[in-house]
């Protein structure tokens, strides 16, 4: 009896593995915050429409301040080492201007360019699932030297922090960074990296979380509170499309009027079934299947756009 249970468990358990497996996983990438670049005057300064909008300088302050890059290899090793690997900043950086380099110089036979518009030039960032947001200051107290560090793991689907750690290391002698660093941060870091599992543990069970944006185009002649399409408005029969489609029903109506609405903490599965295997399931993938219903069924054109990783819009009445 008890080896027929034991049996049954490491089915389970492998089967929820090989899944685990076929899914998108998590990945993490550290950066320095917002507030340390800006200490350290790394950021670059925007006008937007008068007014001046600031942005970290994550390539400047690679170049410049040796302290960062220390940290960064640091931290990657500490958490390489409890089964985290990270995606490397610098690496992604370095990649995003060879793209960028290689596609202004394509052209077709015929002498044409790519066609990039200003969203596509802005969406060319580094990406990852969990920013590690880091932020540090060194202390000083007579010859002795200390770290006071804030570390949060910010899931970039929805912005939620989903792990955090925060400390100051034992005052030392060494002057060495990347020492006070493991000093400060490692009594800390197995208890990040836990909230970090209960998150991609809570993500495997529940789904991942996504936000979806509704949108109108002004000259479509019809609106969200229109009964023409069904046997109720098309606000509700989008929600219903979504309740079917998410881990367990789950999403919440943020705010909906006649030209809009937003849903947030939408579940979606990890994977979806083509062709009789499983493969990886991402927002755009998942809003993609709401596009198509409501061609498919109403005959309504739409036009769906990503921000970011985690966020699909979706705009009604034509391309």
């Not at 200003?118 to 920013?131: C, E, N």
């Amino acid at each position: 009896m008890l080896r027929k249970i034991f049996t049954i468990m490491m089915a389970v358990l492998l089967s929820s593995t090989v899944l685990f497996g076929q899914a998108k996983k998590p990945t993490i990438m550290i950066v320095p915050s917002d507030n340390w670049c800006l200490t350290n005057g790394y950021m670059q300064v925007f006008d937007n429409e008068g007014k001046v909008t600031k942005v970290p300088d994550y390539k400047k302050a690679l170049q410049e301040n040796s302290d960062l890059l220390l940290v960064i290899s640091k931290i990657n090793e500490l958490m390489a080492d409890r089964g985290f690997p990270l995606k490397n900043l610098e690496s992604s950086l370095k990649t995003l201007e060879a793209n960028a380099a290689e596609d202004a110089m394509l052209m077709s036979k015929e002498g044409g360019e790519l066609n990039e518009s200003p969203i596509d030039k802005l969406k060319k960032v580094a990406k990852a699932d969990i920013w590690m947001q880091l932020t540090w200051t060194v202390n000083t107290t007579g010859p002795k030297k200390s770290i006071t560090f804030n570390l949060q793991g910010l899931d970039a689907y929805t912005d939620k922090q989903v792990a955090g750690a925060s400390g100051t290391g034992t005052p030392s002698f060494t002057a060495e960074l990347p020492v006070l660093l493991q000093e400060a941060v490692l009594s800390h870091l197995d208890n990040f990296n836990v909230q970090l599992q209960n998150h991609f543990d809570d993500m495997f069970a529940n789904g991942r979380e996504v936000i979806l944006r509704i949108m109108t185009w002004d000259t479509w002649d019809y609106d969200l509170e229109t009964d023409e399409f069904g046997d109720d408005e098309l606000g509700f029969l989008l929600e219903d499309w979504i309740a079917d489609n998410t881990v367990n029903n789950r999403f919440s109506t943020t705010d909906a009027t006649q030209n809009m609405m937003l849903f947030e903490q939408v579940r979606i599965p990890l994977y979806y079934e083509r062709n009789g295997s499983q493969r990886a399931m991402d927002t755009r993938r998942w809003a993609n299947g709401l596009m198509k219903y409501l061609k498919d069924n109403f005959e309504i054109e739409s036009k769906l756009m990503m921000k970011g990783l985690g966020q699909a819009q979706l705009v009604l009445g034509g391309k």
